[in-house]
Nanobody, 123 residues
Framework: EIQLVESGGDLVQAGGSLRLSCAASGFSFDDYAIGWFRQAPGKEREEISC????????YYADSVKGRFTVSSDNAKNTVHLQMNSLKPEDTAVYYC????????????????WGQGTQVTVSS
């Protein structure tokens, strides 16, 4: 069975840090681009970061550039999202997603999605 499972979401004060993880089972990250998306209540889903370890590609949305870092541990089939200098506007449910095609992932089309993890940043 193919699964993506996010973890690491929590309640944190503004300026704090969190590290999200996305663990995959049933397929190898080597062949897929992995993206992090978030959705806040009443807002559209936003793509915030993607990584393709096989191509050496990364992407960051302007809203998180310089504060968030995505990394891939292919040996553990896990992708991490290190989030620093968190702001209240980062509050959202964070999802990871996998796509065989980088271009499709960049437009929000994924083959697999995780169930999400809640990040809440208090002011």
């Amino acid at each position: 069975e193919i699964q993506l499972v996010e973890s690491g979401g929590d309640l944190v004060q503004a300026g704090g840090s969190l590290r999200l993880s996305c663990a995959a089972s049933g397929f190898s990250f080597d062949d897929y681009a992995i993206g992090w998306f978030r959705q806040a209540p009443g807002k559209e889903r936003e793509e915030i970061s993607c990584i393709s370890s096989s191509d050496g590609l990364t992407y960051y949305a302007d809203s998180v550039k310089g504060r968030f870092t995505v990394s891939s541990d292919n040996a553990k089939n896990t992708v991490h999202l290190q989030m620093n200098s968190l702001k209240p506007e980062d509050t959202a449910v964070y999802y990871c997603a996998a796509s065989y095609n980088w271009g499709r992932l960049r437009v929000g089309e994924a083959d697999y999605w995780g169930q999400g993890t809640q990040v809440t940043v208090s002011s």
